[in-house]
């Protein structure tokens, strides 16, 4: 093999918005995920419910402006 080819490889750390961290093993320091395990609706049994309609409502307001 070549030598100084190939990228550092390393511990890492990997956040959550959550704010559960855990260490892994990778070619960067840090990472940063929205969503992991600990918070994910399938995995938890919470269910976050999205207000569709509020946002079809919003989006028809914005742009009947625009229409006239």
Same mark, same amino acid.
């Given at each position: 093999m070549k030598? *100084?080819?190939h990228p550092n490889? %390393?511990?890492a750390t990997v956040?959550?918005?959550? %704010?559960?961290v855990w260490n892994i093993m990778s070619?960067?320091?840090?990472?940063?995920? %929205?969503?992991?395990? *600990?918070c994910h609706p399938f995995f938890t %049994?919470?269910?976050?419910l999205v207000d569709t309609a509020g946002r079809v409502e919003k989006f028809n307001r914005r742009y009947q402006k625009v229409a006239k």
């Open positions: 030598k *100084d080819v490889y %390393g511990p956040t959550c918005a959550c %704010g559960k070619t960067r320091k840090e990472y940063k995920v %929205g969503i992991c395990a *600990d %049994g919470k269910q976050k």
